[in-house]
């Protein structure tokens, strides 16, 4: 366990980040190993398939990668504050509500799943295959949530280590299973998807095993999966803020999807490697993030909200670097790395994957602010503020989606985030400063009371 209350919070967020940040690494190889794999054996048809409906399990997983999310920061907050109760109470309440909503929503998509298919406009000659892998993926989700459960109860109470390991190893079996699905067993899309799917109950199960076996707090008896109906409400208070947060995000990228499997096979593959390669440029601000949570969880359970402060500064400041870097990449290599994630030879489709990246990497500082304040203010207990930030992208989006990318077709897309980047990071700079001065006006009535007792006979 890592206590974020206490050293310079510039190195103790670096060193909590790095584990997070090679765990995302390693996670992207899931749906990279895949894109990859199908392209360079199936063709681009397959690969287009799959990213033809990658819109649903990113929205219906990122939902639930959210909610489990939310859960834990209750647990950030119990460990900050020193209550083991409330740590054992909030982890197994997160793995319960965790359990029966992921199970819900997996007969809800399987289910509608044609409906989903017909709302993407998924093209006639990619629907066998697509409908084919994305019912696999969602069939899954509850490996994904559980893993992702137990390593956001680890990453709460400092642990980020552990889940990397077993993302680590997972991420390679799935991309051995995917080559032997996929090249020698002959089952086309489906077999990458079923390779993804065990790869991740692997993970799962192992994190599970870790977390009860390395701490005794997590030993859950059965009396610690009887909530109340109070703890229940606080937990989904916490978590469906997140899931909230995120799912607006998706939604809109959906209606964006929706859009763009309109514009051919050639825009689907490129605007599939393009933000393959996209979720690695960004994956620091996802990473600071999560580090930003957790650490304004167990800071605020501690009652330390001047080192709040210091954390958001060092987080900006890190993302901000970064994007520099990704706007080089994106104008010197970005070509050789399309080539490299889709193994395509297409002129067409490696320049237009190019220019999205271009286009998108010169807004990056924007984009990294917004992930690093609304998870800061997440973890300070301000649910509303970033469910705003994430409305506004949601609407942006679809807006774009109807207005703008019919005039200005694939170019529409292309500027789409950014536009929706600027508007969404008003709010939470707005609330981000209101809670400065807020707590530098506290601070400065403490000095005036502590001067004012000295003066005290």
């Known amino acids: ?142 490996m994904t949530m559980l893993y992702n459960a137990c390593a956001n109860i680890l990453r709460s109470v400092g642990d980020t280590v552990a889940p990397l390991l077993f993302l680590m190893g997972s991420s390679i079996l799935n991309i051995f299973l995917a080559i032997l699905f996929v090249y020698y067993l002959k089952l086309g899309v489906s077999g990458a998807a079923i390779a993804t799917v065990i790869a991740q109950s692997v993970s799962a199960f192992l994190c599970l095993f870790y977390m009860m076996k390395r701490y005794p707090v997590f030993r859950f008896r059965l009396k610690d999966f009887k909530i109340t109906l109070a703890e229940a409400k606080e937990l989904y208070s916490s978590g469906l803020s997140m899931a909230l947060m995120m799912s607006l995000v998706f939604f809109g990228t959906l209606s964006l999807q929706r859009v763009i499997n309109t514009f051919g096979m050639e825009i689907i593959v490129a605007h599939t ?59 010197t290599v970005a070509p050789i790395l399309i080539k490299l994630v889709t193994g395509t030879v297409n002129g067409d489709i490696v320049h237009t994957a190019t220019l999205y990246l271009r286009i998108n990497s010169l807004f990056y500082v924007v984009a990294a602010s917004i992930s690093i304040l609304r998870n800061a203010l997440q973890g300070t207990g301000d649910h509303k503020t970033p469910v705003v930030s994430s409305f506004i992208e949601l609407v942006g989006k679809v807006a774009i989606a109807m207005f703008l990318a019919p005039a200005l077709n694939y170019m529409g897309i292309m500027v789409a985030e950014p536009i929706v980047w600027v508007l969404m990071v008003i709010p939470l700079a707005v609330k981000i400063k209101k809670m400065g001065k807020e707590v530098e006006d506290e601070r400065r009535t403490r000095a005036c009371d502590l001067r004012r007792d000295a003066r005290l006979p």
Do not use: H
Request: charge should be positive; include cysteine.
């Open 273 to 331: 490697a393009a933000r393959k390669l996209t979720e690695f440029f960004m994956l620091p601000f996802s990473v600071m993030g999560v580090t930003m949570a957790t650490f304004c969880g167990q800071n605020m359970g501690a009652g330390k909200q001047d080192r709040i402060r210091l954390g958001l500064k060092c987080a900006l400041t890190i993302t901000w670097i970064w994007s520099g870097g990704m706007i080089l990449l994106s104008y």
């Open 1 to 142: 366990m890592k206590d974020l209350t206490k050293g310079n919070p510039a190195k103790i967020m670096l060193t909590f980040a790095v584990p997070v940040a090679l765990g995302n690494v390693f996670q992207l190889f899931y749906s990279l190993a895949d894109t990859r794999i199908v392209g360079s054996i199936l063709g681009e048809k397959a690969l287009a398939a799959v990213g033809a409906t990658t819109s649903i399990s990113t929205l219906f997983i990122g939902f639930l990668s959210g909610l489990t999310g939310g859960f834990a920061l209750l647990t950030a907050k119990s460990f900050g504050a020193g209550d083991k109760e409330g740590i054992r109470r909030y982890s197994a309440g997160g793995l319960l509500l965790g359990t029966l909503t992921s199970l819900f929503l997996t007969l809800i998509c399987v289910g509608g799943l044609p409906f989903f298919l017909d709302l993407l406009r998924v093209p006639v000659e990619l629907l066998a295959d697509a409908k084919g892998y994305i019912r696999i993926i969602l069939l899954g989700m509850f």
